[in-house]
């Protein structure tokens, strides 16, 4: 696959690589500079059902290989990876637009997935107790849920799909994935790779669209269970169609992340660590920093220096060195987030940095500067809602307690982190605060994946989190045997 070309992507069903049944077809752009590279298929419900067709009958062979040899194609897997780390990074920054870093970064997280998923002979193990009564024993035993289908996001191109696909595998199910139209190519490189490492035809299918291919999974019979990330309403749209439509779910959704700086703390930490977790990948994460609570007797020094570090960011296309902003992901993006920087003025926030006067604003990729409001509350639009963008709200507290409780007014909780050196009031925060992902002195608290990935409220539907234990018993259901041997 080359991304020289411009191609109309194909999907992948059973091995094969197949056009769409349909012309309908979207765009997708390299954000840093405008340029189309590639066309995506918006794929009909017919398409999806020959994928699901397939994958129902792959996971009758499939489930029963046994589950060393399921996970040493992963093993393969994860080398093939290795091998192909800065071309799989180079097609990330090339339709996402983080930075060369970054995406290198990213592929490190998808790696680690495979390689805890690697592990399912030891995760899939049931338990027993020999002796429930006199000659009486129980044990549970772990079998996989059937054909999945996954729903992914444009901000993650790697690490996403493989929150998902390689435990679902190798727990013994077969998959169904819908990439992101934005960013549908590396999807199918890691189709490809899967391929090469010996995975049979029709485990791991690709169906490129948009909302009828989203439908046609939330609906469709043979599919047991769906894993989503995505923006709040979609999840919320998916989880409920999903569950009505008995199905197992699990939507992970949109954040708004907290950051709480007291005056005990390192700032000088505190504010790099909140550069980074703010401007990176341009804000487009979802453990991305968004707003900061930080005590009055330092807040007018720690903006001070947040300003600075802000200043010294250099933007431009992710793939040039040195650069550490790179564009957000559509023109339509930069509208919206402009128009969110317009709305944060008119509701009287002080505009510190406005990152629609960077020069890499004038050029033709989708260039949004480091911008940073002060003086932010809870009333305005900027502090509730998700922009996904380089927008940093900074709102000023009298201590801790009213730290959290602004933060708990939010809908979201995904993320949420304290700058200090005091042990109790760690405490105090990981008792108090609202978040399912925590962090102390760090910015982005993202879990590795032998953790759930667990995001609370209105960031996360379900019960079972993405990774850790959780993804285990998600992809798999238990029978549990009574028995006594005469
Ligand atoms: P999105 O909701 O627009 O799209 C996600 C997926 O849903 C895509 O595959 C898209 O095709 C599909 N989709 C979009 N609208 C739909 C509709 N109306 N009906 C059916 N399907 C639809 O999200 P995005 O903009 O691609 O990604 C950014 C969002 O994802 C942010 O809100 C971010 O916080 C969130 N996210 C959350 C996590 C997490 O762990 N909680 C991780 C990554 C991203």
Same mark, same amino acid.
């Given at each position: ?41 918006? /794929? ?34 994860? #080398? ?21 870093? @970054?995406?290198?970064? @990213? ?36 079998? +996989?849920? &059937? ?18 696909? +390689? ?16 960013? +549908? ?64 779910? #699990?939507?992970?959704? &949109? ?48 903006? @001070?220096? $947040? ?5 010294? $960011? ?10 550490? $902003? ?11 987030? @402009? #128009? ?68 708990? #007014? /939010? ?76």
């Amino acid at each position: 696959m080359t991304i020289t070309k411009i191609e109309t992507l194909k999907n992948y069903i059973n091995g094969e690589w197949v056009s769409a049944t349909t012309d309908k077809k979207e765009e997708v752009y390299n954000p840093a500079t405008g340029e189309v590279i590639a066309n995506v298929p918006i /794929s009909t419900k017919e398409d999806l059902d020959s994928a699901v067709q397939v994958a129902s009958e792959a996971f009758v062979t499939w489930k029963e290989v046994p589950v060393p040899r399921r996970a040493r194609i992963l093993f393969k897997y994860q #080398q093939l990876l290795v091998e192909h780390w800065e071309e799989l990074a180079r097609i990330i920054t090339v339709e996402n637009g983080k930075n060369f870093t @970054e995406a290198h970064g @990213e592929v490190l997280r998808g790696i680690e997935c495979v390689e805890f998923a690697a592990g399912a002979p030891t995760l899939m193990m049931g338990d027993n107790l020999p002796s429930i009564s006199t000659g009486l024993e129980s044990g549970t035993y772990r079998y +996989p849920v &059937g054909v999945v289908g996954g729903i992914t996001p444009f901000n993650f191109p790697m690490m996403v799909p493989c929150w998902m696909f +390689p435990m679902a595998i190798a727990t013994g199910n077969t998959f169904v994935l819908k990439p992101s139209e934005r960013t +549908p190519l590396l999807a199918n490189r890691l189709a490809e790779l899967l391929e090469e490492a010996g995975l049979p035809k029709g485990v791991f299918n690709i169906v490129h669209g948009a909302h009828d291919v989203v439908n046609g999974i939330l609906d469709h019979k043979k599919i047991a269970a769906i894993s989503f990330v995505g923006s709040q309403p979609v999840a919320e749209y998916v989880y409920k169609r999903g569950t009505d439509n008995l199905k197992r779910v #699990q939507a992970l959704a &949109g954040a708004k992340n907290h950051s709480i700086v007291l005056k005990d703390a390192n700032l000088e930490n505190a504010a790099n660590q909140i550069i980074n977790a703010a401007f990176g990948s341009a804000g487009e994460r979802c453990m991305a920093c968004s707003v900061v609570a930080v005590e009055d007797e330092i807040a007018d020094e720690f903006v @001070e220096t $947040l300003l600075d570090r802000a200043n010294e $960011l250099t933007i431009g296309n992710g793939l040039d060195e040195g650069i550490f $902003l790179g564009p957000v992901i559509r023109d339509t993006h930069k509208e919206r987030t @402009e #128009q969110y920087i317009a709305t944060g003025e008119k509701e009287g926030a002080t505009l510190i940095r406005d990152g629609r006067l960077d020069n890499a604003a004038q050029e033709k990729g989708y260039f949004v500067g480091p911008t940073i409001f002060d003086h932010v509350t809870s009333e305005m639009k900027i502090w509730q809602d998700e922009i996904f963008a380089p927008v940093l709200s900074i709102s000023r507290v009298k201590n801790l307690d009213e730290a959290i409780e602004l933060s708990n #007014q /939010s809908m979201f909780a995904n993320g949420a982190c304290i700058f200090t050196r005091d042990g109790g009031h760690v405490r105090t925060f990981r008792e108090n605060i609202d978040a399912g992902m925590l962090g102390v002195n760090i910015g982005v608290p993202a879990p590795m994946a032998f953790f759930p990935f667990s995001g609370w409220k209105d960031s996360f539907y379900g019960d079972l989190h993405t990774n850790g234990k959780d993804g285990v018993n998600f992809y798999t259901r238990k029978k549990v045997m009574t028995g006594r041997w005469e």
